[in-house]
Structures are given as C-alpha cells and as structure tokens.
C-alpha cells in the first residue's frame, strides 16, 4: 500500500529558505560534471549528444556561452556535431541570444543537415520586429525555398508594420531567387512565385521591378487563388482566374474558388461562379460538389435544385460517352446520399449501358467495381451480381504480367462482393484462381476478414484454415476472431462479445479484444461497466494503462474526485503515484495550481517503494516538473534535492547521466 505523508509534516530535504534564480542555475551548474562524465564514458555519439544537449543548455541559461563550443568541438562525427549545433541554436533562441544563435547557425558546415535553423532566427528576429537583421538571416540560406518563403514572409510582417518601401525590396530580392529555381531543387516554384506576387499585390504600389509578375504564367496564377478564395475573397480570386489562358485551366480554377464558396455555406455565390465556366464537363462536376456540400450542410432544397440544374444541363449537351459514363456514376453517388434511389438506379444504368465507351481495360474494371459497390449500398443484389462475371470476363483479357498483384486485389474485392451477398461458392472459385500462393493466401485472409465483419464467425474460421502459410493462418485467427468481436460490439451484444473475448489464448489478441469492448462502454460514459472489462485483461501494466485512462477522462472533465477515487484503487504504489501526478497536472493546467499543489503535498517522497532508483528518479522528477506547472518552485527544487540524493544510487552510466541532465534541466526551468 502507499503512504500518503501528512502535508504539515513531510520533511523538507534542503533548506526551506527561498532560493533565488540564480541558487537554481548554480544546482543545475553543480550536476553539469557528472553529466559530461557520464557522456564521456558513452561510446555511442547519438546518447553522447543527447546529453551534451542538457548541458549546453544548462550553459546557455547560465550565461557561461564560452564553455559551450568546447563541448561542440569533442564530438567526431560532422552529422552528429551538426544537429548538435542545431540544438544550440535552438536554446539561443529560447534564452533570445540571437546573435549567438546566428554565428552557432554559420558554424554548420553543411547547411542541408539543419536547414530549418535559418528559419528559427529569422522568425526569432521578425517577432522582434527586427526586419534587417531577419532579412540578413534569410539571405545567408543556401536552400532556395528557406530563402524565398522567408523574404517573403518578412516582407508581408515589415508591410503590415507600415514599412512598405522595406518589404517592396525584400519581395525584388526574392523574386529572381524563385524564379532561378530549377526542378531539381523544388517542385513548387510556381507556388513560391505565387506567394510574392499576392505579398506584392497586397502592398498595393506599383514598382517596375515587378513587372514579370504582369503575366507570370497559369501555374502561378492558379497557386495564388486558394489566398483569396480561402479568406472568401472570392471576386479577386475570380480576376485571377480570369488571367488564366488555358481554358481548362481556367475552368477547374473557377470550380476550385466556387468549392471554397460552398464550403463556407455561400451556395448561391458558388452557383454565380460555376456558371461562368465555359466547358460544360468541368461545369456539371462544379455543381455536383456544390450540391454534395449544400447536402451535407442540411440544406436539402439547394442541392436538390442543384442537381436538377445538372439535369437540364446533361439535357442540352452534347458530352462523349466516357464523359456521361463518370457523370452519371457522380450523380448516382449524390442522388443515393440524398436517399432518392429510383433516380441514383436510373443514372447507374445509363452509366453501365456506356462503360464499354471507356477504352483502358484496367479504368473500365475499376469503375464497374465501383458500380458494384454503388448497387450495393442502394440494395440491389441482383444488379450487383450481374456486373461481377462482366469483371471477371474483361480481367481474363488483360495481361498481367508488369502488374500481377493488381489481378489478385481484384480478384479479392470481387470475392469480398460475392460473400457479402452470401454467394460463398463462387467467392471462394475466385480466390482460387489466384495462381501465386502467397497472394491466394492474402485473398483468403481478406474473405475470412469479410466474413467476420458481417458475423459469420464459423465460415470465417474454417476460410481461415485453407490458408497454407502458417503465420498468416495465426495473424488471421487472431485478427478474424477480434473482427468478429468488434461486429458484437457494434451490436451491443457485450455479453456475446466478451465470452468471445476470453476464448483467445494470445496474450496480446486477447487484450486488444477486451479493450475494445471496454472503450465501446468509455465512448457511452459507462465508466463502471469498463472498468469491469479492464480489471480482467491479463496483463497488468495494460490494466493500469485502461484505468489511467478513465482517470484522464474524469480529470478532462474535471470530476477530479472520482478521478483521485479511481487512483486510489491502483494497489501498485508507483502506478498509484504517476496517476495522482497525472491528476494533478489536470489541476494545474485548468489553472487551478492550489488544488494541484495540495494533491501532490499529498505524496510522500521519502516512502516511494520501486525496486529500480532510475524508477523512483523517473516520479521524483514528474513530481517536480509538476510543481512547476503549479508555479510551486520551491517544492520543484526540495524534490530535485532528494532526486539528487536517489541519483547517487545509480552506477556512472548512461541512465544515470540521463537522470540528472533530468534535473538540470528543471532547475534551469525554475529559474527563468
């Protein structure tokens, strides 16, 4: 069992007199030797670094900057130093030693190992307002895109300050940076030009060093459109569009800007949009989506309107027959999702009456399965059942022999198709002409998936049996058997499901299994019946993982006595421990620190019964980070005190190392 101290008498490890900011960095500063030491005896330079990274840090908060490249300068490996150096920059920046975080950032040798470091100055600088120094930052990039996207968004912060002149010559420093870029060094060239051209156009004052801009090319002008059209300034967005000189281009940029309109509820300007486009194809499909969002957005009248509108539209048309084949499959889906199943039926069939129009094979076998699949969710079997031998017909007419799995993914959907109509024999002649072995096996495991998602636990086991290699036979068992459970589940029979559930030998399985029917009473609220199915899964770590997650969800919802409850019925005094921790960090985050102080005064410090000292430094310091987060820095450095004490029962090694650049680094939190 676990003592709980009384608050008034836990004995206090150090001195109670407050220490101040600088007492804290001393502590940190008084561990930095045992740090290095343990990293100095580390023969792997990946665990060397990381704790030389405590201690740069350590250093940088301190002040002590001129101990900090000797430590860079003992690491071999150039990769490692880098992301050393990388680190640095990064604790520069925390403490805002922008100047020494710019010179740590030149000292890498090869920029393309930490290009994201110019980025971290640059915005360090921007935050300041200091447009020239960040500007000197961006132009040191040796990558491109950093350069570019950095000018850029200095520019837009210097012009929104009011210095236009500044950002004006930032934006003609970028420009001829993007417009230099090659396909080897990025494929969003377009996008990066697109971005200085609306930066440009915001600033509002014509330049001569921008005229390229005057008619920057298509892929530019579409790159720009999402700016305007996502903000909902849809008319400028629209005179972009307009500046497109591929009609197509121009088309599928309109429909794109009159999806953001809908997509926002402003179906009529989306409809004002979709009707300027001149190709009627790409217009039928704008007005499609329209009336799929207006749908989903409860506004049933605007999509029934819509789609009629398509009607008349198809009407007065004259479309190539693959083109109706995929408008009428579109207005099939739509018209199905609004439940009007006599007019998703119709189009289904004139659809399937054109799909030989469709000259790819392989494209022609992908839409009748998609066909299938639609027939299938309206509930037509017998139209389902009719296309599947058209499929099997058109794939014996295909050579296989650059792609043969894509025969066998095929083989599978359709068989999955025939078992969900209860056609089981001809299912299972299907997988078995799957010629390779081990792709047969995959098909068979697929159908005994199948079988257990729609409750048919018996066939699915038997498939499960035809399956020759054994460990895909294993995985399956496994996984048909926690399918089936889960279809239990989804049908509310627990009872069904957790003697299911107890029938599985795989310690693991079998956890997977109960959890998932413990979660199923979590999504209800029904906490008590959960913590039933918890408290009988094997393993008692994942125990203590199910009930620390109800005490999440009580604390969340801030029924922190039920959640203090819950951990009090945790017999494992460690366990006990983090969950209390885990409590009262809720506390503190809800910004009640009071009560989050009073729960952790509540732990006795000196009576933490692990059997590892690395267990009982791991509490100690989650205690301590959790005084912190309640602003209660005094308690943080008694506990880091008695964590220093219980580190000394560690052997010098990288655990302990690890341990106490811990502890370092939370006085040098308590000290900011």
């Known amino acids: 069992m676990m003592a709980w101290a009384n608050p008034s008498n836990v004995p206090s490890i150090i001195s ?78 925390e403490f805002n030693q922008l100047e020494r975080a710019t010179q740590t950032a030149k000292a890498i040798i090869n920029q393309d190992d930490q290009p994201w470091v110019f980025s971290a100055i640059a915005e360090a600088y921007i935050n300041e307002g200091e447009y020239d120094k960040a500007a000197a930052i961006a132009n040191g990039a040796k990558n491109k895109n950093i350069k570019v996207s950095l000018l850029t968004n200095i520019a837009t912060k210097a012009a929104e300050s009011g210095q236009k002149k500044k950002a004006l010559d930032l934006l003609a420093s970028a420009l001829p940076v993007a417009q230099s870029m090659t396909s080897e060094e990025t494929t969003e060239k377009p996008y990066f030009i697109a971005e200085i051209a609306l930066a440009y156009e915001k600033i509002g004052q014509s330049d001569s060093r921008f005229n390229a801009l005057n008619n920057p090319g298509d892929d530019v002008l579409v790159n720009m459109i999402p700016s305007y059209a996502g903000m909902e300034e849809y008319d400028k967005a629209i005179a972009i569009a307009n500046r497109i000189q591929s009609r197509e281009t121009k088309a599928s940029a309109l429909r794109e800007i009159s999806g953001y309109a809908a997509g926002n509820g402003k179906y009529q300007k989306a409809r004002e949009i979709v009707n300027q486009i001149e190709d009627k194809t790409i217009k039928i499909y704008g007005l499609i989506n329209i009336a799929d969002i207006a749908w989903n957005g409860d506004k049933k009248e605007e999509a029934k309107a819509m789609l009629s509108e398509v009607k008349e539209i198809i009407k007065t048309t004259q479309l190539e027959d693959k083109s109706k084949v995929y408008i009428f499959t579109s207005m099939a889906t739509s018209y199905r999702q609004m439940g009007q199943k006599e007019e998703a039926l119709a189009y289904l069939s004139e659809s399937l009456n054109l799909v030989k129009s469709i000259e790819d094979k392989s494209e022609q076998i992908q839409t009748l399965l998609d066909m299938a699949a639609q027939y299938q969710e309206i509930g037509e079997k017998d139209q389902q059942l009719a296309i599947l031998p058209q499929i099997l017909d058109l794939i014996k007419t295909i050579n296989f022999s650059e792609d043969p799995y894509i025969k066998s993914l095929w083989l599978s959907s359709i068989a999955r198709q025939y078992i969900k109509n209860g056609q089981d024999e001809q299912a299972l002649t299907v997988i078995n002409s799957i010629e390779n072995p081990e792709e047969r096996d995959q098909g068979l495991y697929d159908i005994a998936v199948e079988y257990a998602m729609n409750g048919q636990y018996n066939r699915a086991i038997e498939t499960v049996k035809k399956i020759k290699s054994e460990e895909l036979r294993t995985i399956a068992r496994n996984l048909v058997t926690t399918t089936y459970i889960s279809s239990l589940v989804e049908k509310g029979q627990y009872d069904k ?63 922190y006595d039920k959640a203090i409850e819950l951990a009090n019925t945790i017999t494992d005094q460690p366990a ?97």
């Open 16 to 93: 109670q007199q407050t220490q101040t900011q600088g007492d804290y960095k001393k502590q940190a500063l008084a561990i930095v030797p045992q740090i290095i030491e343990a990293a100095n005896k580390e023969e792997d330079e990946y665990t060397k670094t990381s704790l030389l990274q405590s201690v740069t840090r350590v250093y940088i908060a301190s002040g002590e900057y001129d101990k900090v490249l000797p430590l860079v300068n003992s690491i071999k490996d150039e990769q490692i130093k880098s992301g050393l150096l990388g680190s640095i920059v990064s604790q520069y920046i």
């Open 576 to 672: 006990k421990i983090s969950a209390i921790i885990s409590i009262a960090s809720t506390y503190a985050y809800n910004e009640k620190p009071n009560e989050a102080i009073k729960l952790l005064n509540t732990i006795d410090i000196n009576n933490i019964n692990t059997n590892e000292p690395t267990q009982t430094l791991s509490i100690l310091t989650n205690i301590a980070s959790t005084y912190t987060q309640a602003n209660a820095k005094q308690k943080t450095a008694e506990i880091l005190a008695k964590a220093i004490q219980i580190s000394n029962q560690i052997p010098n090694s990288p655990d302990k190392g690890y341990a106490l650049s811990r502890i370092a680094e939370q006085y040098i939190e308590i000290s900011k």
């Open 497 to 559: 499901a957790i003697q299911e559930a107890n029938k599985i030998t795989e310690i693991d399985f079998k956890t997977n299994a109960l959890n998932m029917i413990a979660y199923s009473y979590i999504e209800k609220e029904e906490y008590a019946q959960a913590l039933q199915i918890i408290n009988t899964i094997p393993n008692p770590q994942d125990r203590i993982d199910g009930i620390n997650y109800i005490i999440f969800l009580y604390s969340n919802s801030e029924k």
